[in-house]
Protein backbone atom coordinates (compact mmCIF):
# COMPACT_ATOMS: atom_id res chain seq x y z
CA UNK A 1 0.00 0.00 0.00
CA UNK A 2 1.72 3.20 -0.83
CA UNK A 3 0.78 6.39 1.39
CA UNK A 4 1.60 9.73 0.61
CA UNK A 5 2.45 12.42 2.80
CA UNK A 6 2.25 15.91 1.98
CA UNK A 7 3.97 18.92 3.58
CA UNK A 8 4.36 23.04 3.17
CA UNK A 9 1.27 24.37 3.84
CA UNK A 10 0.65 27.49 5.69
CA UNK A 11 -0.79 30.68 6.01
CA UNK A 12 0.70 33.53 3.57
CA UNK A 13 -0.74 36.59 2.65
CA UNK A 14 -1.45 37.60 -0.91
CA UNK A 15 1.39 37.61 -3.24
CA UNK A 16 3.51 35.73 -1.43
CA UNK A 17 4.74 32.01 -1.62
CA UNK A 18 4.72 28.61 -0.79
CA UNK A 19 6.08 25.25 -2.06
CA UNK A 20 4.22 21.81 -1.39
CA UNK A 21 5.96 18.77 -1.13
CA UNK A 22 4.25 15.16 -1.39
CA UNK A 23 6.57 11.85 -0.55
CA UNK A 24 5.66 8.19 -1.44
CA UNK A 25 6.48 5.12 0.00
CA UNK A 26 7.07 2.27 -1.85
CA UNK A 27 9.02 1.49 -4.60
CA UNK A 28 6.94 2.36 -7.74
CA UNK A 29 6.33 6.28 -7.62
CA UNK A 30 8.70 6.78 -11.06
CA UNK A 31 6.54 4.72 -12.94
CA UNK A 32 3.14 6.82 -12.08
CA UNK A 33 1.86 9.96 -12.93
CA UNK A 34 1.36 12.57 -9.79
CA UNK A 35 -0.23 15.52 -9.14
CA UNK A 36 -2.42 18.15 -7.00
CA UNK A 37 -5.52 18.79 -6.04
CA UNK A 38 -7.25 21.30 -4.34
CA UNK A 39 -10.69 21.74 -2.33
CA UNK A 40 -11.79 25.01 -1.51
CA UNK A 41 -14.66 24.90 1.23
CA UNK A 42 -18.26 23.66 -0.38
CA UNK A 43 -16.74 23.54 -3.31
CA UNK A 44 -15.58 20.33 -5.35
CA UNK A 45 -12.13 18.64 -5.50
CA UNK A 46 -10.62 20.23 -8.66
CA UNK A 47 -7.52 19.53 -10.16
CA UNK A 48 -4.44 22.06 -9.75
CA UNK A 49 -1.58 20.27 -11.75
CA UNK A 50 -0.23 16.94 -12.54
CA UNK A 51 3.09 15.43 -14.46
CA UNK A 52 3.47 12.10 -16.06
CA UNK A 53 6.45 9.77 -15.53
CA UNK A 54 7.30 11.04 -18.40
CA UNK A 55 7.22 14.87 -17.12
CA UNK A 56 4.95 16.61 -19.14
CA UNK A 57 2.95 18.83 -17.18
CA UNK A 58 -0.78 20.15 -17.40
CA UNK A 59 -2.25 23.26 -15.51
CA UNK A 60 -5.45 24.19 -14.72
CA UNK A 61 -6.36 27.72 -16.38
CA UNK A 62 -6.24 29.36 -12.96
CA UNK A 63 -3.14 28.58 -12.05
CA UNK A 64 -1.08 28.66 -15.31
CA UNK A 65 1.75 31.21 -15.06
CA UNK A 66 1.75 31.05 -11.10
CA UNK A 67 1.97 27.77 -9.65
CA UNK A 68 5.06 25.20 -10.74
CA UNK A 69 5.21 21.56 -10.57
CA UNK A 70 8.20 19.27 -10.53
CA UNK A 71 8.95 15.54 -9.55
CA UNK A 72 12.14 14.03 -8.25
CA UNK A 73 11.63 10.37 -8.78
CA UNK A 74 15.32 9.86 -6.92
CA UNK A 75 13.31 10.84 -3.60
CA UNK A 76 9.75 9.54 -4.72
CA UNK A 77 8.80 13.27 -4.16
CA UNK A 78 6.41 15.67 -6.51
CA UNK A 79 6.62 19.40 -5.20
CA UNK A 80 4.18 22.27 -6.22
CA UNK A 81 5.91 25.59 -6.33
CA UNK A 82 2.86 28.83 -5.71
CA UNK A 83 3.77 32.10 -6.32
CA UNK A 84 2.13 35.38 -6.65
CA UNK A 85 -1.11 33.61 -4.42
CA UNK A 86 -4.32 34.86 -4.24
CA UNK A 87 -7.25 34.75 -1.48
CA UNK A 88 -9.28 32.36 -3.88
CA UNK A 89 -6.26 30.01 -3.91
CA UNK A 90 -7.12 28.90 -0.06
CA UNK A 91 -7.82 25.35 0.12
CA UNK A 92 -7.17 22.12 1.34
CA UNK A 93 -4.08 20.76 -1.58
CA UNK A 94 -3.78 16.62 -1.93
CA UNK A 95 -1.67 15.11 -3.51
CA UNK A 96 -2.35 12.28 -5.92
CA UNK A 97 -1.05 9.15 -7.91
CA UNK A 98 -1.58 7.53 -10.60
CA UNK A 99 -4.74 9.31 -11.33
CA UNK A 100 -6.44 9.26 -8.02
CA UNK A 101 -5.56 5.45 -7.46
CA UNK A 102 -3.38 7.16 -4.36
CA UNK A 103 -3.84 10.53 -1.93
CA UNK A 104 -2.35 11.93 0.28
CA UNK A 105 -4.50 13.38 3.44
CA UNK A 106 -4.13 17.35 2.71
CA UNK A 107 -2.79 20.09 3.76
CA UNK A 108 -4.60 22.97 4.04
CA UNK A 109 -3.17 26.47 2.12
CA UNK A 110 -4.08 30.08 3.75
CA UNK A 111 -4.36 33.08 1.72
CA UNK A 112 -4.78 36.30 3.59
CA UNK A 113 -5.80 39.11 1.67
Known amino acids: QVQLVESGGGLVQAGGSLRLSCTAS????????VGWYRQAPEKQRELVATVTSGYKTNYADSVKGRFTISRDDAKNTVYLQMNSLKSEDTAVYYCTMGAGLYWGQGTQVTVSS
Open 26 to 33: GSIFRFYA
